[in-house]
């Protein structure tokens, strides 16, 4: 069936974000992100929007703040679905991240949200919720 080839394929792009990351580093971050991404923030911070914003995000806070010799992450995801016209879909996953923050290693682990749409016939991130 189309629509299991479509789920598996986006389950598998979601695993490979997380290889890319591991191997490219903080170069690979904003690589998934459709043109108009949002990345919802923290409570009373203002949601990051489009992909101009993405990668100003990732050379500003993501290079300085979350990639340095502790940084570890790990993506597992989970579950994934795609609508009947297969161009709108979404992976959930947990992840775990091990970073070094004011001189303290910091352990996290949370669940996330990656909603994907279909650009020109590839497949962006166009939502990304995390908690």
Known sequence: ?????VIQELMELDRLFC???????????????GEDAILVTKQNEPNIIGIENVK???NEYIHAVTF????ENFFEPLS???SEDLTFGYTTGNYTMKNKRGGKIVNAKGKY???????????KVTLQITK
């Open 68 to 71: 340095n010799e502790t940084f």
């Open 56 to 58: 100003k995000f990732s």
């Open 1 to 5: 069936m189309e629509k299991e080839k």
């Open 19 to 33: 290889e890319k990351l591991k191997k490219e580093g903080p170069s690979a971050w904003s690589s998934p992100y």
């Open 113 to 123: 949200v990656l909603v994907w749409k279909k650009y020109d016939g590839k497949w």
């Open 80 to 82: 994934a679905d795609v």
